[in-house]
């Protein structure tokens, strides 16, 4: 059997390893991940650095290596309001990879963080080489957020349940 594998840098085959931790990803296969792991990035915050901030252009998505971020949202008097905590393997901004419209909500690091990012542009990118692989990341991205907005709806029904009809 012949060797037809790409080589990988230190720090591409590290993202790899990452990206095998989450179960995202758990279906995907080793040359999946590498071509993902190729157009995928890092970045670092420090303590109280913003990662983007409510209205800023959604462009890319992103998981946590380590650290922790937490997710604003302004509430109707305007105030910051924590709507939650993100740590390690945790996934943010996956709606700017289907809509690219504006940020949410704002995210800021509580302590140095470490963030793998694709950006649109990336995923576009990967998606015009390996068409296959594009949608099977948009079916996972389409699972989170169909999980997310059940969660929100639970929790929206609770509140609701303290003023019953």
Do not use: C, W
Request: no cysteine; charged share 25%; aromatic share 6%.
């Amino acid at each position: 059997m012949g060797n037809n594998k790409e080589q990988l840098s230190d720090s591409e085959e590290q993202t790899r390893d990452f990206l095998l931790s989450l179960s995202l990803f758990d279906s995907f296969k080793v040359d999946e991940l590498t071509l993902l792991t190729k157009h995928m990035s890092y970045i670092q915050l420090q303590r109280g650095e913003f990662l983007f901030v409510e209205g800023d252009k959604g462009n890319f998505m992103g998981f946590v290596v380590h650290g922790v971020l937490e997710v604003l949202k302004k509430s109707a008097t305007g105030e910051n309001v924590i709507i939650a905590r993100l740590t390690k393997g945790s996934s943010i901004g996956e709606m700017a990879l289907i809509d690219k419209s504006p940020r949410s909500a704002t995210v800021v690091s509580r302590q140095p963080t470490t963030m793998l990012t694709l950006t649109s542009k990336g995923f576009d990118k990967l998606a015009e080489n390996s068409p296959a692989t594009g949608v099977k990341i948009i079916q996972k991205i389409a699972r989170l957020l169909s999980l997310n907005m059940r969660r929100t709806s639970s929790k929206l029904a609770d509140l609701l349940n303290i003023y019953p009809v």
